[in-house]
């Protein structure tokens, strides 16, 4: 079609007297903008945009003739209309075998108030015998204005029918929290407003937390007016890959979107955080469930964390979890706390790390103990050790979800420390004498023997599922076997010492065995230290 040269951008009056001819005369040409996975650089989708091509008056901008449709009601004619050429479209591609992506199509306010509408789009996708699957609706904070309730069963008639949703320019607006909470859209088209003049800074944590806030629902982000490669690496390492702009193309006309297909790789953009199948997003922030009852005062110390390697941020904890801290700490200590978790050192950290990378590995709950430091007005600075146990719960590209059970286990590991000082003197007195000695875990049955026991016995540093092995070979004989056994169910019991005369080994040497037993802070048995001293002659 052939225009002018000279540009004339229509007033009001213009745009009207001229609309029904343009209808008729196909003036309105659809632009294609592809959305890309930026880790792949494959297309994942694309939206149809309307440019009205004048004969006469050239191209006019969308921004001055859509306000003007939307007033006039011929908004819904117009969003008809883009919807059937992108039905076109996707006829031909079938046909013809080319690859293609979903097609995203604009509805206004107008059309959620429609009573027909929906039947109207559906009369169009069958007649082109398109697959529901093939269209995404794309809809506009501004649809909620006044009441949100036909937009909500709007949407809900829409998904029933298996199309897509998405959230067009979220953000934007200012009830974009508001709408997404009453309204489950499939898809959120992010506006890079926040970003528009610096990457990072305030605009940068409001981004960051728009997309995690999607991750935890499980829904897929496009950010929209994408244009450098710094924002594009900046909402990668938020947890956004999929995007819409200049960047990596601009809109364009049917024959050049046509051969970008051709030429580039296509997939499917995939839904963000998966919660394992034991929760439910909704009901895990829910403060009325029963989940979150549980988490606040049924278990322990808990906190649930996020990880983008190398980054760790705590997102919750119950009061359990600040109980365990040992301290009395105010909000503001606690937000210091959770943002670095204050360990003791480098070497702290990394255990914690390689802990989290552990149980992304291997799918499994991991535990490690690492030293913290916590600070009061009133006590000042203050080292703590924590058991931490691990749990994944959710994963996106690079993003994790954990939670986290931890005991404050400062007494226990102290008095290990001090006890494993006065052991390693009592084994270098042992060396000395005709002593050998071990340490007992109770609760997971592992058996430590001291070098002497390693040197002249042929024990390994460690024996599992303790005293079979010792048993096993010999070392105790068949006929004191079950008397040993019992030993160890008693000091699983709560025993704190026992002692006999056992003959040892094969040659029936008989010697003094004895066990001494230790409780953790809350009473329950956790170790016993075993010793065996040789009888020499004359003792009973």
């Known amino acids: 079609m052939e225009t002018t040269s000279d540009k004339h951008f229509m007033n009001k009056i213009e745009v009207l007297e001229n609309a029904e001819k343009a209808f008729a005369d196909h003036q309105f040409q659809i632009y294609y903008q592809p959305q890309y996975n930026y880790l792949n650089r494959r297309i994942v989708g694309t939206e149809a945009l309307v440019r009205w091509i004048h004969p006469q008056f050239g191209i006019q901008p969308p921004g001055e003739f859509i306000p003007v449709f939307e007033d006039s009601g011929l908004i819904t004619k117009l969003d008809l209309y883009v919807m059937e050429e992108a039905c076109r479209f996707l006829r031909e591609c079938r046909e013809s075998g080319v690859p293609y992506v979903p097609v995203s199509f604009n509805v206004s306010r107008h059309d959620v108030y429609a009573c027909d509408f929906v039947e109207r789009m559906e009369r169009i996708r069958k007649s082109y015998g398109i697959p529901v699957t093939d269209l995404r609706v794309e809809i506009t904070e501004s649809a909620v204005i006044g009441s949100s309730d036909f937009l909500i ?112 790789k296509t997939d499917t953009a995939v839904p963000g955080m998966q919660l394992s199948d034991k929760l439910d997003a909704e009901k895990f922030w829910d403060p009325t469930t029963q989940e979150t009852l549980l988490f606040y005062n049924f278990v322990g110390g808990a906190a649930i964390i996020a990880f983008s390697d190398p980054e760790i941020e705590t997102l919750r904890v119950n009061e359990k979890y600040l109980t365990e801290l040992g301290m009395n700490m105010n909000q503001q200590d606690v937000i210091l706390y959770q943002k670095n978790l204050n360990f003791d050192n480098e070497q702290e950290r990394r255990v914690y790390m390689e802990t989290i990378r552990r149980a992304i590995a291997f799918g499994e709950d991991e535990t490690c103990e690492t030293w913290r430091t916590v600070y009061s007005p009133c006590c000042g600075d203050d080292h703590i050790c924590l058991s931490s146990t691990l749990h994944l719960i959710g994963k996106s590209k690079g993003q994790y979800l954990f939670y ?19 052991e390693k003197k009592f084994r270098t007195a042992g060396e000395q004498a005709n002593i050998y000695c071990w340490e007992y875990t109770i609760d997971t049955k592992e058996m430590r023997p001291c070098a002497r026991c390693m040197r002249d016995l042929g024990l390994p540093k460690l024996l599992e599922n ?66 065996a001293t040789q009888v020499v002659d004359g003792e009973a």
């Open 404 to 422: 986290v059970l931890i005991r404050n286990i400062t007494k226990e590991k102290t008095a290990y420390l001090e006890l494993a000082e006065s």
């Open 153 to 264: 069963r709007f949407v809900s008639r829409l998904q029933s029918l298996g199309y897509t949703v998405e959230m067009d320019d979220f953000g934007s607006g200012y009830s974009s929290l508001n709408v997404l909470k009453d309204i489950e859209v499939d898809i959120i088209k992010l506006d890079m407003i926040f970003l528009r003049n610096k990457i990072g800074g305030r605009g940068g944590i409001i981004i960051s937390s728009i997309v995690r806030m999607a991750n935890w629902l499980g829904t897929p982000v496009i950010a929209e007016g994408v244009e450098t490669v710094e924002q594009a690496e900046f909402l990668k390492s938020i947890g956004c890959i999929y995007i819409q702009g200049y960047l990596f193309s601009k809109p364009v006309p049917e024959r050049e979107y046509l051969r970008l297909l051709t030429e580039t």
């Open 466 to 531: 303790y005293p079979e092995p010792v048993i096993a070979s010999g070392l105790f004989p068949p006929d004191y076997a079950e008397m040993y056994r019992e030993w160890h169910r008693k000091l699983a019991q709560g025993a704190m010492h026992l002692e006999a005369v056992i003959p040892l080994t094969a040659d029936r040497i008989p010697f003094h065995v004895r066990y001494t037993a230790e409780l953790d802070e809350n009473g329950r048995p956790y170790k016993a230290y075993g010793s």
